[in-house]
């Protein structure tokens, strides 16, 4: 049973280590190439600011490496490890359920309850794996070993709990779907209320129903204080506790709140694959577009309290100039700077967009389609076309988002500027799509998994590789890497044109294959 | 080619060095229902799949109403139901259904619905809240209302009822009378031997028999025991299967006996007993890994 249930997971355990062990080690990277204890002097100020508090959470001190990472990336790693462990907690319980495979596993000798048990210790695993690798990582780059145990423990702590919510989401909800809503939307509302503590010292009291505020209490590489990890081991325990009970009481397959299993039929949107295109990929564009929408009214509300502190602190410009942000000291520069940071997030909604094909393939679901009329060029058009309509309209709402927070914090901004910083965000779509839809017309098995791990390589390249001084090479083969930071620049015409036609050309060799390959799973 | 709904000419399809399919060769009429038997991993399915145009042929070609498979025409002509349905799960029958005809082209709309009734489907449940034989039945519903010209039924009935069974023998029925051309690939014997004019059976890949039904039936199994050898028995006319055994032989006879029983004649036959061999018998014969392949 444990066994059959680590199967399901290690893949994504792999991922999960391979990007710690990168994000930790160019952390480090970063903080030594800066120039240590002294490049970060400048950013002391910084600490105090709640903006940056708000965006990247607080910290005690930068005097170390292991304390740069704590800062700059504990806080994204934090959050990643939480919401892996809790599609994790999902897919072994609730997932399971829908399939029918749990049946296999409550009608084995053992039973149900040590299917249950069998899935908290394989999540169990994971977490500690994290933090092994985390305390490897960091004391292998010459950080205190126990200042590393301690950090790694919070870590794996915060992936804990968020197990644990998924543990309870996958009783409480059905199907999986709704469960993973529920509990990775929960693991979203505690970092919102993590933002809020941080963002305002009146705030600080909040930090106390958050996991990740008291990863920021326990201050690992600052002021030590292991007593938070305290919440983070009784806390899941308790929710553990009421999905055991919850599991034991109920039936097989069914949850305290199941999704209606009946509608009303709504056709409009299935006369043709172009329009099912867009109902298949509807909800997942409008929670995106409302979580990327969300980040950039932050940002925007954010945006005054930058500036202003950048005009007060001449050794903050001096940094920003160093790593290449120095358009960051104005608002359409620092607005036109984070629309490049949104720009991974919606390569990552392209990706995942058109890897629908792929997954649909994968299960089997287009067989009657392509067998009974069904055009399979139609089909491949009308999921990128819908694509690329979708992330022209989330890029949109999320300009104007910004440009709202931006209006709200008192700045005033054109609305066209935030706009434009969205648009020339998604220049790069057209490459990623073509190159998606190649990968589904060929390995739809792998597509997803591949370009998700290019778009991070992409970006990490294009962020760190000038400062790190890495092979100019690899760095010019990030598209990333060709963004400009529009409204203060001007678009860079010749790389969008060349996004464009190298994408054109993975899309007709994607649309050849697709029309003529084996339909297999 | 183009004289028959269906035709398959020399069709091979290998997977990673394994052979699925070995130049098989089959034709269906309008109007006429195939049986498509044989084990599992026979190559049955995968046979389907390249007359559904889902698998490209490694050798051979096959047309469905004279167009190849695979291009528009012929998947406008054609209906599929496979025998493990995967749909939307979030999507209900009615909306699954509304996509599939629309994706079609073409569709009887009346008949659908009447085919709902038949089939007792509740089409306001989504699909992941039915039952294997609730999917199936999805899938029936679609391929029957299209009037595809050619009907192409994978394990149609796998998870279906008895009662649901016979409903879907009688739209089968109906399906042939209007001159559509129907291969259905069943483990179900009674269901072939009670919809099927011929039946095409497959094994390890290779398409070893195409039979009427009606030939199947006048098969004859004759035994006896024989002091000598039974050397050449096994080649005479209609001998379908020749087992020999110590003292004796078995043999299989497809129409009439009379050419074994004049060879036996000739022969030093000291016992000798006749009778007819069921459809079962002659199916499972087929199956049976273990016996030698038919001739």
Redesign the interface.
């Known amino acids: 049973m444990h066994r059959v249930m680590w199967r399901q997971v290690r893949v994504s355990a792999v991922v999960m280590v391979g990007l710690l062990i990168v994000m930790i080690s160019v952390g480090v990277e970063s903080y030594n190439a800066s120039g240590g204890v002294l490049g970060m002097k400048s950013l002391n100020a910084l600490l105090k600011n709640p903006a940056i508090s708000a965006l990247a959470g607080r910290v005690a001190s930068l005097n170390s490496a292991g304390a740069f990472v704590e800062w700059k990336m504990g806080m994204y790693l934090a959050l990643a490890v939480a919401l892996w462990a809790g599609l994790l907690a999902t897919r072994l319980t609730r997932a399971s359920e829908?399939e029918g495979t749990w049946d296999y596993l409550a009608l084995s000798v053992p039973g149900r309850r040590p299917a249950f048990w069998s899935a908290v210790a394989v999540l169990g695993e994971c977490c500690a794996l994290v933090g092994v690798v985390v305390f490897v990582v960091l004391v292998s780059s010459s950080q205190r070993a126990a200042d590393s145990f301690l950090y790694a423990m919070v870590i794996a702590g915060v992936g804990w709990t968020g197990a644990s919510l998924g543990l309870l989401g996958s009783q409480l909800f059905a199907?999986r779907?709704s469960a993973t809503q529920v509990s990775l939307g929960t693991i979203g509302l505690v970092y919102l209320v993590r933002m809020m503590a941080d963002g305002a010292n009146a705030n600080g009291w909040l930090r106390w129903f958050s996991p990740f505020g008291w990863l920021e209490n326990t201050g690992a590489f600052g002021h030590r204080a292991p007593v938070w990890l305290v919440p983070m081991l009784v806390v899941p325990a308790v929710l553990i506790a009421v999905a055991y009970v919850e599991q034991e009481r109920r039936d097989v397959a069914i949850a305290v709140w199941t999704r209606a299993?009946?509608?009303?039929?709504?056709?409009t949107l299935?006369?043709?694959?172009w329009r099912?295109a867009w109902r298949?990929r509807r909800s997942t564009m409008v929670t995106w577009a409302l979580g990327l929408a969300f980040f950039g009214l932050v940002v925007g509300y954010l945006t005054n309290a930058m500036v202003e502190f950048t005009r007060t602190d001449a050794a903050y410009v001096r940094l920003l100039n160093r790593w290449g942000y120095a358009t960051m000291i104005t608002a359409p520069g620092f607005i036109g700077q984070f629309c490049v940071i949104l720009a991974v997030g919606v390569s990552f909604l392209a990706v995942t967009l058109i890897a629908m094909i792929g997954t649909?393939l994968r299960?089997?679901?287009l067989?009657?389609?392509?067998?009974?009329?069904?055009?399979r060029s139609e089909w491949l058009g009308s999921g990128v076309v819908s694509t690329l309509t979708g992330i022209v309209v989330v890029a949109l709402v999320c300009g104007a988002s910004m440009w709202a927070g931006v209006e709200s914090s008192g700045t005033a901004m054109a609305l066209l500027d935030p706009v434009k910083g969205m648009l020339n965000a998604i220049s790069t779509v057209p490459l990623l799509l073509g190159l998606t839809a190649l990968l589904v017309a060929w390995w739809p098995r792998f597509a997803y998994v591949i370009m998700a791990s290019l778009i991070a390589l992409w970006y990490l390249v294009a962020e760190l590789g000038p400062i790190l001084h890495w092979p100019t090479w690899l760095v010019q083969a990030s598209p990333f890497h060709y963004l400009r930071i529009v409204p203060v620049e001007p678009a860079n015409w010749p790389a969008v044109g060349a996004f464009v036609v190298i994408g054109a050309i993975a899309a007709a060799a994607a649309f050849a294959r697709f029309a003529?390959?084996?339909?297999?799973d | 080619m183009g004289e028959h709904a269906i035709e398959a000419d020399g069709l091979s399809k290998s997977f990673g060095g394994v052979k699925a399919v070995d130049s098989l060769t089959l034709n269906v009429d309008a109007g006429e229902v195939v049986g498509f038997l044989g084990p599992n991993g026979a190559g049955k399915s995968t046979t389907l799949r390249m007359l559904l145009g889902l698998l490209r042929p490694d050798e051979g070609s096959a047309t469905i109403l004279g167009q190849p498979c695979g291009s528009a025409l012929a998947r406008q002509n054609t209906g599929f139901v496979p025998g493990d349905v995967a749909l939307w799960p979030q999507l209900t029958g009615r909306e699954a259904l509304a996509l599939l005809a629309s994706l079609h082209g073409s569709n009887d709309d009346a008949y659908r619905d009447e085919l709902i009734e038949r089939f007792e489907l509740d089409p306001e449940k989504r699909i992941r809240a039915y039952s294997k034989g609730n999917r199936q039945k999805v899938a029936i519903v679609a391929a029957f209302a299209t009037r595809a010209r050619v009907l192409l039924l994978d394990e149609p009935t796998s998870g279906l009822d008895p009662l649901m069974e016979r409903i879907f023998r009688e739209c089968v029925t109906e399906a042939i009378g209007r001159g559509q051309a129907v291969l259905l690939s069943s483990h179900m014997l009674a269901e072939v031997e009670h919809l099927c004019n011929r039946v095409a059976m497959i094994r390890n890949g290779v398409l070893v028999t195409v039979s009427d039904v009606d030939d199947l039936r006048s098969h004859i199994d004759v035994e006896f025991d024989i002091v000598g050898d039974v050397d050449g028995l096994g080649d005479v006319e209609g001998v379908v299967s020749f087992t020999p055994f110590d003292g004796g032989a078995s043999a299989r006879v497809s129409g009439s006996p009379a050419p074994l029983l004049r060879a036996l004649s000739t022969r030093n036959v000291t016992s000798l007993r006749t009778r007819e061999a069921s459809l079962e018998e002659i199916f499972l014969s087929y199956y049976d890994q273990s016996t030698p392949t038919p001739s």
């Not at chain 1, 003529?516 to 297999?520: F, G, L, Q, R, S």
């Open positions: 829908d199907p779907r299993d009946r509608s009303r039929a709504r056709v299935l006369a043709s694959s099912f298949e649909d299960q089997g679901r067989d009657i389609p392509f067998a009974n009329g069904g055009s003529t390959a084996d339909v297999t």
